[in-house]
Structures are given as C-alpha cells and as structure tokens.
C-alpha cells in the first residue's frame, strides 16, 4: 500500500506562495490517482485538488481554481500542490491521499491512503 507523507507546509502573509510535497513509501505511486485535501479548525475535511495517475487529469475545487496547481512526478514516487495567491481562507492542515482506480475523486470516502498532515497559515 502507499504511504503518503507530506511536507512543505509553514507560515506566510496573504498573497504568499508555498509547495506542498507529498512522498510516497511502501510502493511506488505510479498506478494511484493522488489527490490533497484541507481541514480547518472546526470545519471538515475539504476537497482540493486531485490528479491522475499519469498526471493526464486534474480536478479542483472551485475556491482553489486559478490559484493552486497540482502535479507528479512519478520518477520521484512525489506529489506536488503548488499554492499561489494564498488567502487567510485557505489556513489548515492540508493531507495528501491516495487511490487506486481512475476517479478523481472529491469525496475524503474516495481515498484509502492519508497522510499526517501538513499545516499551511496564511495570515492577513
């Protein structure tokens, strides 16, 4: 099974840009839709972005379209959120996750492998 691991997360003002990194042990991530999801302080866990397995297809969720990029690297068994344009709305801990199949899920259900999460603040 993969087992997501994320990093890249930390404090930046409103306007700001962080990369989020996922790596991915246990086997390789090459067959897997990958997606990232968030979860804030009393909210739950959110859809961001999703990407399959060759990086052909990509979704997002309508807050982060413009603004955040998801990517691959299956040579680096890595996940990427490149997050531009960050907002204070966009403050959580953001997880990494996995599937096999094609369905670039936008449902936390859809996945079956998580991360521990990575923080992300953007302060205004």
């Known amino acids: 099974q993969v087992q997501p691991v994320e990093s890249g997360g930390g404090s930046v003002q409103a306007g700001g840009s962080l990369r989020l990194s996922c790596a991915a042990s246990g086997r390789t991530v090459s067959g897997y839709t990958m997606g990232w999801f968030r979860q804030a302080p009393g909210k739950e866990r959110e859809f961001v972005a999703a990407i399959s397995w060759n990086g052909g297809s990509t979704n997002y969720a309508d807050s982060v379209k413009g603004r955040f990029t998801i990517s691959r690297d299956n040579a680096k068994n890595t996940v990427y959120l490149q997050m531009n344009s960050l907002e204070p709305d966009d403050t959580a801990v953001y997880y990494c996750?996995?599937?096999?199949?094609?369905?670039?899920?936008?449902?936390?259900?859809?996945?079956?492998?998580w991360g521990q999460g990575t923080q992300v603040t953007v302060s205004s």
């Open positions: 996750t996995g599937r096999r199949g094609a369905i670039l899920g936008t449902r936390a259900r859809d996945y079956d492998y």
